[in-house]
């Protein structure tokens, strides 16, 4: 049984992430799941991008079992795998360290919605989880940062705000194809740093409208969009 497909879509999508400025050094992973097959690909740990190979991308199934790969995966894995087990419609999991993402993640912190490029990908406000307790990071720390996560979007859906700030952490997001989260989790930086700006010029800047914000979301979103060309 091949992989190779889901190992080489992975594999574009983690060296898209340092020609976008989403990553320094290592900070950064990508992964791309096969929901009939239940497995997905993942970077390996610790590797640098300018080093890496479709062959060296790690296969694992849902529950976690090692599929095929000589090397250890992203130590994030377990998250990535958690997202995929709760968030059905989702293929492809984006987790960096993008410095103004993390701004917000760092001060716990809500990304609100403020403008029309926020509204573009996020139906409002991209939410911070809680902090872990004590007995989460000692335990399995991976695994509870996606059980954070999964019980944050409580009431939410993820496919209408495909993206989150893990407390103290940072950004994590997502989507129908690799390409897709990584363009997500670059949007995402990209508001923040705009939110950063609004919030030193304006401390009090109200949200978006919640009509221009329906407006901008589901002009690209859904049944009725009309924004782009004909698939």
Request: with cysteine; proline share 7%; hydrophobic share 40%.
């Amino acid at each position: 049984m091949s992989y190779q497909s889901i190992k080489e879509e992975c594999l574009v999508a983690n060296l898209a992430l340092p020609k976008t400025g989403l990553v320094d050094l290592t900070f950064g992973n990508v992964s791309v799941a096969d929901p009939e097959r239940r497995v997905f690909a993942i970077k390996p740990s610790g590797v640098a991008y300018d080093k890496l190979t479709a062959a060296d991308m790690v296969i694992l199934d849902y529950e976690g079992n090692l599929v095929e790969g000589r090397l250890r995966p992203s130590s994030d894995t377990a998250t990535h795998r958690c997202l995929f087990l709760n968030f059905p419609g989702i293929r492809a999991v984006v987790h960096t360290h993008s410095r103004s993402a993390v701004a917000f993640a760092q001060a716990g912190l809500d990304l609100p919605c403020l403008g029309t490029t926020h509204c573009d990908y996020f139906h409002g406000p991209v939410p911070v989880t809680r902090t872990l307790t004590p007995d989460e990071v000692a335990g399995d720390y991976e695994w509870e940062t996606g059980r954070v996560i999964v019980e944050r979007f409580s009431g939410m859906n993820p496919l209408d705000i495909p993206a989150v700030l893990v407390k103290n952490h940072g950004p994590f997001a997502w989507g129908p194809s690799a390409a897709k989260a990584v363009e997500t989790a670059l949007a995402l930086e990209i508001v923040a740093d705009m939110a950063l700006k609004t919030l030193a010029l304006n401390p009090s800047v109200m949200p978006a409208p919640g009509h221009l914000l329906d407006k901008h979301f589901f002009r690209k979103h859904g049944t009725g969009a009309y924004y782009g060309q004909p698939a």
